[in-house]
Structures are given as C-alpha cells and as structure tokens.
C-alpha cells in the first residue's frame, strides 16, 4: 500500500519515485528492479521510499489511484457541461473515458509492462462504483446485479482501452467510442437472430 501524507515533501518524494520506477522500467525488465535502484535513481533514502510504499507495484497503485481520481473529475465536468438525457445516451461513459486516456496513457502502458492489470483494473470499479447513484437512476436493476453492471462496462472498456493502447491508439477516441457501439448493436441483434 501506499502512505503518502499530504504535504509538498511527502508528494515530491513520491514524484520522483515514480518517475525513477518508470525510468527504470524503460530499460530493464519489472521484476528485476528494486527499491535500492529506485530510491537511488530518485536520490532519495529507503527510509523515504519505506515511509511513502510498502511495495515496488504500490509506486504504479498510486500513480494509477491517481489518475482515476482526476478521471472521475473529468468526467463529472464532461456531464456538467454537456446536456443530453443519461437514458438516451450511449455514450455516456465511453467517449469522456477514451478522451481521457487518449491524451495521457503512460500509466497503462507501465502496467502493462509490469503486467499488473490488475491494479488498473481495481482502481476502474472503484471509480466506477462512484457514480452507480447517477446510474441506478435509470437502471432500477443495477441494485440486485450490481456486479454484473460493473463487470460489464469495466470488461468492455478495459479490453478495447488496452486493445487501443497496445494499437498505438490508432483511431481518435470518438470514433473509436461510435465503433465500439456499432459492434455491440450488431452483436445484440445477431444475438436475436439466433
């Protein structure tokens, strides 16, 4: 786990660790770093690596914490700002999410480098469990399938954000958001010919 305290040392010190960890990474594999290498290449102690981390993979837990936090920001903003009936968007949650991600996705990539989706993973059902107030609203029975809802949405999203990334993110996030809706529409209408 991660114990950063808020206050400007504490933060800086975590900064450059992770800058250092994802140096680092860049040149050799994951699993052979360790936090000597990157409390030195951060110039920093172990005692100040101890007193922000517990584990290497808490530095990428953080950094991915991090970017959720600012991403559930964003999105908040993007339905401020943007008026349309949440029932009758499709793209509700899609587009602002690809948007975000296509203009920063280093955290991914080092995940996917350090092969720990998984933390990615977490942090997207946490941030998604946020806004299930707005969803249940609309979808009375997210209540009683609420694992189903998430495990939905998170798969999609998380399969075509890292099918994306792994592409280059070769195709603007909008259209890219207009395909993935088009594949699911032909996909629930095959399913209801069969």
């Not at 360790?34 to 990428?60: H, K, P």
């Not at 949440?86 to 092969?115: C, H, Q, T």
């Not at 694992?147 to 909008?174: C, E, M, Q, T």
């Amino acid at each position: 786990m991660y114990h950063i305290k808020n206050d400007k040392r504490s933060i800086q010190s975590s900064e450059w660790i992770y800058t250092s960890l994802t140096a680092l990474m860049l040149e050799k594999q994951h699993s052979d770093i360790t936090i000597t290498e990157v409390a030195e290449r951060a110039c920093v102690g172990r005692s100040t690596f101890y007193r922000n981390f517990d584990f290497l993979d808490d530095i990428l837990l953080l950094k991915c914490d991090t970017c959720f936090n600012e991403l559930y920001l964003y999105l908040l903003e993007y339905y401020k700002t943007n008026s349309f009936s949440l029932n009758g968007s499709k793209m509700l949650f899609l587009k602002p999410f690809l948007r975000y991600w296509y203009a920063d996705s280093s955290i991914v990539e080092f995940l996917i480098i350090a092969n720990r989706i998984d933390i990615f993973n977490n942090s997207f059902v946490n941030m998604f469990k946020s806004f299930l107030p707005y969803f249940i609203n609309f979808h009375p029975s997210i209540g009683s399938n609420m694992d189903y809802f998430i495990a939905v949405r998170s798969g999609v999203a998380i399969s075509v954000l890292l099918k994306w990334i792994n592409n280059g993110k070769n195709i603007l996030p909008d259209d890219l958001a207009d395909l993935i809706v088009n594949h699911v529409n032909e996909l629930l209408n095959l399913d209801l010919l069969l």
